[in-house]
């Protein structure tokens, strides 16, 4: 695992690869308070078999970007990291952003994901980072570049949810941490019809995360970024399959090898380039023992990592978090 001195902005994946209905209940978090405001909503987004993500996504976020093939990017060396806060030191005060991989879940009648209370205990309990709260302000189903149906709008792009959060909650944050979501990776393998190349997505995904970037400095929050998190093929596959007449193998997780490249190549504020950690059996690609038996109601899907996947994503981001709120 690589860490860099950039900060800027980013996270992660509710199902949407191959189900064809999927509900979520979504409710609107109160950083620092834990409760709600507002109202909850439920919606209900059917993705129809011959949706082109290609058409979807280049209408709007990918118009005249070129085809191009993926290539192998060589990876710069990781600078000095106690740049990354000069404006606002001390950080105090993280939010949490992304999809289904970290959000709290239960709300949904999904399971108790303990990803961010277990980041948010590990930074606390060192008082040498002065870390005194972790809010959890990720949804499930929220993707970057294509509104997939389920969160109300203001709330479906992350782009729009930030905007909608900095507006509500001026001054309640410190420090944004952006898990990138793989919802547009998924969409985009199990879409019938043309699909978008991996590095023609990638440099959507990083422009849209600029935009992210940029709508957070307005207000003088820093930002940093975790890298989209790999997907076991397998199992990404299986499900596809089961519910599916005609289903050729896609490869999402090389997709994400590509894209997670073009991050770490831009001036995105990525902590470290890749989950270095799910690949650990020897054979190329994320391993399956992270994702399976991750729900006792719902199938595997090979995105949403199971509880020891769960340790290994706390272990990655609890350490790049310590090196760079590290007094110096």
């Known amino acids: ?12 994946a509710v199902l949407v ?23 909850t909503s439920t919606a209900v987004v059917v993705i129809a078999p011959s949706t082109s993500v290609a058409d979807a996504v280049s209408s709007t976020t990918t118009a005249g970007l070129p085809s191009q093939s993926t290539s192998a990017v060589e990876r710069e060396e990781p600078p000095d990291t106690n740049d990354l806060l000069e404006t606002t030191m001390p950080v105090e005060r993280l939010g949490f952003f992304g999809d289904s991989i970290v959000a709290d879940l239960t709300n949904v009648g999904g399971r108790n994901n303990q990803i961010v209370p277990a980041i948010e205990e590990h930074l606390v309990s060192d008082a040498t980072l002065g870390v005194t709260s972790v809010a959890n302000l990720a949804l ?14 203001g709330s479906a792009l992350l782009s729009d949810y930030v905007d909608q959060f900095l507006a509500r909650h001026p001054n309640s944050i410190d420090l944004a941490v952006i898990s990138v979501s793989t919802i547009d990776v998924n969409l985009n393998a199990a879409a019938e019809g043309e699909q978008l190349d991996a590095v023609a997505l990638g440099d959507a995904i990083v422009a849209e995360l600029e935009a992210v970037v940029a709508s957070f400095a307005e207000q003088n929050v820093s930002v940093v970024m975790l890298p989209m998190l790999g997907i076991n093929e ?26 997670n490249d073009r991050m770490w190549n831009s001036d995105l504020p990525l902590l470290f380039d890749a989950f270095s950690g799910f690949d650990a059996d020897g054979v190329a690609g994320t391993d399956r023992s992270w994702f399976e038996g991750v729900d006792p109601v719902r199938p595997d899907d090979g995105i949403h990592p199971n509880l020891d996947g769960q340790a290994v994503f706390v272990d990655h981001t609890v350490t790049a978090l310590r090196e760079l709120l590290a007094p110096s």
């Open 17 to 39: 690869a191959g189900c064809s209905t999927v509900a979520a209940v979504v409710p609107e978090s109160d950083p620092g308070q834990g409760s709600t405001i507002g109202s």
């Open 234 to 259: 397998a199992l990404f596959n299986e499900l596809r399959c089961a519910i599916k007449t005609a289903c050729p193998e896609q490869a999402p997780d090389e997709v994400i090898t590509v894209i």
């Open 140 to 153: 499930p189903g929220q993707s970057l570049l294509f509104d997939i149906g389920i969160l109300e709008t």
């Open 1 to 12: 695992m690589s860490m860099r001195g950039k900060v800027l902005v980013v996270l992660p």
